[in-house]
């Protein structure tokens, strides 16, 4: 059995890596929108929704995910303060929420030694 995920930013580089490996990885993508279309057609399928578009879409989608009762992945980057706020506001313990700017260990291991040595220099 797979879970059902909405795919949101699926014409994206890392929506189409998502896809690539969905399958293999015991996910199966029921609904692949990117600009333009309509990520509620589908909605009643899905078990999750992994939001990799752009950060003004990303509001709208956690309002979905909250209405639909969906744990939601957010993967996208560039959100205001503002956004990150209105977002949080909106998913804050109501739905589970996984969210990350960067997936890279490079990347997340940077950014926890950066917090050490903040730590450690004062």
């Given amino acids: ?5 909405l795919l949101n930013g699926a014409r994206g580089r890392m929506g189409v ?13 029921v609904s692949a929108c990117d600009a ?4 509620s057609i589908d909605i009643t399928r899905c078990e999750a ?3 990799f578009s752009y950060h003004e879409v990303t509001p709208s ?4 995910a909250v209405a639909n009762k969906l744990p939601l992945v957010i993967g996208t980057t560039g959100h205001t303060a503002e956004e990150k706020a209105r977002i949080l506001g909106i998913v804050e313990g109501k739905i589970p929420v996984v969210w990350a700017g960067n997936y890279s260990v490079g990347v ?4 926890y030694l950066t917090r050490k040595a903040a730590c450690i220099l004062g």
């Fill in 49 to 51: 929704i992994i939001d």
């Fill in 17 to 29: 890596a998502i896809a690539t490996i969905a399958n293999d990885n015991g996910a199966e993508i």
């Fill in 1 to 5: 059995m797979s879970l059902k995920l």
């Fill in 36 to 39: 333009g279309d309509d990520p």
């Fill in 61 to 64: 989608i956690a309002e979905l």
């Fill in 108 to 111: 997340n291991t940077l950014n």
